[in-house]
Antibody, heavy 120, light 107 residues
């Protein structure tokens, strides 16, 4: 059974970079048909899609965050990562990783999520 | 971006009730819509994809309908574990966008 687990610091200072990793278990991240996504949810607000990466390294980012987002994949560790630069309090959110199949743009499964707070 | 408007934002109901949540897209998205359930501290769960297809393992009391711009999620015969938050998502194209969510509470 495929499982995803987010990890990283729960507290980041304003203007710093936020870095999170999603560890995939139960299947290979190199399965060709799948894309690996990051989604976030600010407290009390709706979900926001951040972007995704294919194991080949191809990425698609939300234009609203594109200038600050970098995603990468480490197939040897079965992990993919998110880096969000120059964070502000508005980036405080629960961050989720998830998977979707190339031509089926729904997310399944998801990780449990990690709360990242931006505060000095 | 395609805007997704979900209503109501919150809903109170009792065990055994039938409830309906609606989601409206700012442009036609055919049947490119999915629904998710969120419980506190748990991974979001895919319930419905392609507007009306039930994800494997999801109880049949959940159903989805709609096409174009208007969609509904119906839960028939609410169970205690169904009191959670529900969100719609358009799968039509990037950037993928979600509704603001509906919190289903016990009356």
């Amino acid at each position: 059974q495929l499982q995803l687990q987010e990890s990283g610091p729960g507290l980041v200072k304003p203007s710093d970079n936020l870095s999170l990793t999603c560890t995939v278990s139960g299947d290979s991240i190199s399965s060709g048909s799948f894309y690996w996504d990051w989604i976030r949810q600010p407290p009390g607000k709706g979900l926001e899609w951040i972007g995704n990466i294919h194991y080949s390294g191809s990425t698609t980012y939300n234009p609203s965050l594109r200038s600050r987002v970098t995603m990468s994949v480490d197939a040897s560790k079965n992990q993919f990562s998110l880096r969000l630069s120059s964070v502000t309090a508005a980036d405080t959110s629960i961050y989720y990783c998830a998977r979707h199949m190339g031509n089926r743009n729904w997310f399944d499964p998801w990780g449990q999520g990690i709360l990242v707070t931006v505060s000095s | 971006d395609i805007q997704m408007t979900q209503s109501p934002s919150s809903l109170s109901a009792s065990v055994g009730d039938r409830v309906t949540i609606t989601c409206r897209a700012s442009q036609s998205i055919s049947t490119s819509l999915s629904w998710y359930q969120q419980r506190p501290g748990k991974a979001p769960r895919l319930l419905i994809y392609a507007a009306s297809s039930l994800q494997s393992g999801v109880p049949s009391r959940f159903s989805g309908s709609g096409s174009g711009t208007d969609f509904t999620l119906t839960i028939s015969g609410l169970q205690p574990e169904d009191f959670a938050a529900y969100s719609c998502q358009q799968t039509y194209g990037t950037p993928y966008t979600f509704g603001q969510g509906t919190k289903l509470e016990i009356k």
